[in-house]
């Protein structure tokens, strides 16, 4: 006569608590290895997290790509727009020698004026926030105009609409035709407050029509160094002799991703391993559990129990134990990573897909390392079986 389910738990039940002391050690070495792996899946996303707030703090990942004998024209800038694809924009910036600060009325507010090209706004990946962008009109016609960030239009503006208004710098106005969002340019520890005028004007201005440098903004960190090798072999192809060489605003981070991947393969290393341990010891306690219960065994298979339900039991054992030492570890790691967060105030959110793969790497290993045990126990001779006793 088949078991039923209810039946075939209590009983499951019974026996891990018949070797409490046993039990609770078998479940202590499964809750040490999926610590182990959900900690390093933790530290893992917090890592990527940390990498994603500083990317989305700075502006967007560029190349810079210059000549060490002398400086570019515009005129390579455009030849490399016109040939060179899969980069959503490429611009170029010159900061300016006229100083630092911007006037309006009697305010007056310390930053950095560049002058740009006219894709340079999307090149550096600041998302425009009112008023318009940069026209071509307003670099032919040289038109003094202006766009600001949020920083000078709380220093100089407050609540007032800054667009259309005019600020001075270098003792020229300059009109406000747009506002953009303020993020960490190159080499940058803090935001500053940032002025984006055409080139065109700063160009007729100074008499300079040189430029230092052409930025190119990638669309993600894997594609820069292709992009760096393509960017230099067009412009080596357009001025033989040149000596480009190129640079990128992310330099550091790109350190952190690669040190971050490392880490987090050499712990998840230890985590397997530290889970492959605590499934050594499932084995041994089924091992060990079905020697002592033989006589049981043979008595079940005697009086009709089947040998899926006595197989079934062994592997139910294992499984109980892979899962309270696992969700006790998820649960420990998560209140610690909570508390760790919180403290150095690091981005944390609970994953339900990382606590899923932890809880299910714990059971394949528990499950995998009772079946063969108890494959065997089903296997067992009744009449041997109570020979045994």
Known sequence: MALRTFDLLHLTFLSLKGNLLRSSLTAVGVFMGVAAVNATLQVGAIGRAVIEQQLSAREAPQIYVFDEREPLELAD????????????????????WFGDEIRFRDGIAEGEIS???????????????????????????????AIIDRIFVEQLFGDV??????????NRPYVVVGTMESKLAAYEDQPKGRMFIPISVYQ???????I????????????MQELEKRAIALLEKRSVGGKFMSRNNIEEIIEQKQTLAMVSRALLAVGGIALLVGGVGIANITIASVMERTAEIGLRLAIGATKREVMLQFVLEATVL?????????????????????????PYEFSLQTAGFSLGSALLVGVGAGFFPALKASQLDPVQALRSQ
Do not use: C, N
């Not at 998302?127 to 026209?135: A, I, K, N, P, V």
């Not at 007729?204 to 040189?210: I, S």
């Open 322 to 346: 892979s899962l309270v030492g696992g969700t006790i570890a998820i649960a420990s790691v998560h209140f610690i990573t909570v508390g760790v967060s919180s403290t150095f105030a690091l």
């Open 115 to 145: 002058a740009i090209s006219r894709d340079f706004l999307q090149t550096s990946g600041r998302t425009l926030l009112s008023g318009r962008e940069f026209h071509q009109s307003d670099f032919d016609r040289y038109r003094p105009v």
């Open 161 to 170: 609409d800054p667009i259309g208004k005019k600020v001075y710098w270098a």
């Open 204 to 210: 007729a201005l100074t008499g300079w029509d040189k």
């Open 77 to 96: 800038m455009e030849y490399l727009q016109q040939r060179m694809t899969g980069t959503p924009a490429i611009g170029t910036q010159m900061w300016t």
């Open 212 to 223: 230092w440098a052409i930025s190119i903004r990638a669309d993600d960190l894997e594609s």
